[in-house]
């Protein structure tokens, strides 16, 4: 029975916020997207929050992740898992690339890499109309009934289908990082943020380990954006732009850096935040600007940092009732 319970509990958490996710939200198509963002946001969080590395380039990887998924099904008709797996492993290749160059250098010289590694792939997004759509975006994505027969006629082929697809791909990154995370490479990664200066002489190749980290961490974030082309229908050029690695890096703070499940949150609350004030005044992003600016000086460890301050401080107080009781008896 542990072994079981041992095996299934990455799962369990994951498993519940999809089960649970659609009933909160206004719509499937948006509990999709918050599963989208919290995908990358995890990804990010293993650069970020594991890691030590701040990385400009996840919009990159996450446009990339909808070219490729796009590009697979259009001109390579290929089928979903197919194209997904291009996806992943393409822009997981790509981001050992880029990791491999950007981190020989440290501090600001290795974000100011990234930066530019971000900025050269959105113009060429841009320059490349016949395989991109230029600024129109990859349209024309096929719905997923035309990808999985099967589904044609059934009622749930519309909404449902496609949300317990995006669920099975969030639940099994999530559970892929738990275990990367916990296993022995997530321990030097860790001890690289900490203090690499110390891990290389112990005999651990700390180029080596970054380089990996930035290939799960791009491959993951590739997995999100073709799963939120599949959920739009078409891949905009927006999805490549720097604008999407500042949104998916302001998930993996908000949550909470160094947090799977506060990175879960952090891109709830960024999506259902974005979609809420964008209906109530056209300069929303004003107002989020000012929530995250005093949630990071109120809270610097994300809303995974407050919810365990609360917890410290509720169970502190039961404590101290159940002493006063003991010594008035």
Request: charged share 10%.
């Amino acid at each position: 029975m542990s072994r079981i319970m041992n095996f299934a509990s990455p799962v369990l958490f994951p498993l519940a916020i999809a089960i649970v996710l659609p009933f909160v939200v206004s719509s499937p198509t948006l509990a999709g997207s918050v599963l989208v963002y919290a995908v990358a946001a995890m990804a990010c969080n293993l650069l970020l929050g594991y890691g030590g590395l701040l990385s400009f380039c996840q919009g990159t990887f996450f446009g990339l992740g909808g070219y490729l998924f796009g590009l697979a099904l259009l001109r390579g008709h290929c089928g979903i898992l197919t194209a997904l797996v291009v996806a992943i492993v393409g822009c997981g290749l790509i981001a050992g690339l880029i990791g491999a160059v950007a981190i020989r250098r440290k501090g600001l010289y290795f974000v100011m890499l990234t930066l530019a590694f971000a900025q050269l792939f959105y113009f060429i997004a841009y320059s490349l109309p016949a395989l991109t759509g230029g600024d129109n975006g990859m349209e024309g994505l096929p719905r997923l009934p035309t990808l999985l027969p099967f589904l044609k006629g059934l009622p749930v082929a519309d909404g449902v289908a496609l949300y317990i697809l995006i669920a099975i791909a969030f639940i099994a990154a999530y559970g892929l990082l738990l275990r990367v995370i916990g296993s022995p490479f997530g321990s030097v990664l860790i001890a690289i943020r900490e203090n690499e200066h110390r891990v290389g002489p112990l005999g651990y190749n700390v180029r080596h380990y970054k380089t990996l980290a930035f290939v799960l961490s791009g491959a993951l974030t590739g997995l999100a954006g073709a799963i939120d082309g599949l959920l739009l229908g078409m891949v905009p050029l927006s999805n490549i732009d720097i604008g999407t690695s500042q949104n998916i890096l302001i998930a993996a703070i908000l949550g909470g850096a160094g947090s799977l499940s506060g990175s879960v949150f952090g891109a709830a609350a960024l999506v259902v935040a974005s979609d809420f004030l964008s209906d109530l005044w056209p300069r929303w992003q004003m107002v989020l600007g000012v929530l995250l600016v005093l949630l990071v000086i109120f809270a610097p460890d994300g809303l995974s940092g407050l919810w365990r301050r609360l917890v410290s401080r509720v169970r502190r107080q039961t404590y101290d009732r159940k002493d006063k009781q003991w010594t008035t008896f």
